[in-house]
């Protein structure tokens, strides 16, 4: 993962709708969240 502009990197659990409008505001502000979701590998 990639440091954000403060030291710690930023993950956000689940690809639905949330988790999407949630990556969509972070980077929105200049962050770059890393998706993490349940699934077939």
């Known amino acids: 993962m990639t440091k954000q502009p403060h030291g710690l990197p930023v993950a956000i659990i689940g690809a639905g709708p949330v988790g999407l409008a949630a ?17 077939a590998a």
């Open 23 to 39: 990556a969509a505001n972070l980077i929105e502000r200049g962050l770059t969240p890393h998706h993490f979701r349940s699934g």
